[in-house]
């Protein structure tokens, strides 16, 4: 029960958080979580929904398809909402967070 509770707040702040132009990404580019087994779970991002997802999250400059670079003002925003939701989780628990 509190992993589905971790997992919905990660997943509402994903929707929150993500770029947005049309909503596509957050709407379709987020998925449900996975569980991989009783302490773990697993979302995916982008896929054929929004493949941009991931660039936007993991690439600190963009090309553009005439060549032209721009710093990527969306450059780890999924990192970004997962450590503020895990933040937000341990909170609610009474818990800390460990980072190394």
């Known amino acids: 029960m509190i992993v589905r509770m971790v997992s919905d707040l990660i997943h ?3 929707g929150i958080d993500s770029p947005r132009d049309t909503g596509n990404l ?3 580019g987020i998925s449900d979580l996975m569980m991989i087994n009783s302490n773990a779970i697993k979302f995916t991002m982008g896929g054929q929904p929004a493949p941009y997802g991931v660039p936007l999250n993991e690439l600190a400059i963009m090309t553009t398809r005439a060549k032209s ?3 990527n003002i969306h450059y780890t925003w999924y990192d970004t909402s997962i ?10 628990l ?3 967070v460990e980072r190394s």
């Not at 450590?83 to 609610?92: E, G, K, P, R, W």
């Open 83 to 92: 450590d503020d939701s895990i933040d937000q989780a341990a909170n609610m």
């Open 26 to 28: 957050a709407d379709n």
């Open 94 to 96: 009474g818990g800390r």
């Open 69 to 71: 670079q721009y710093k």
């Open 12 to 14: 509402n702040k994903l």
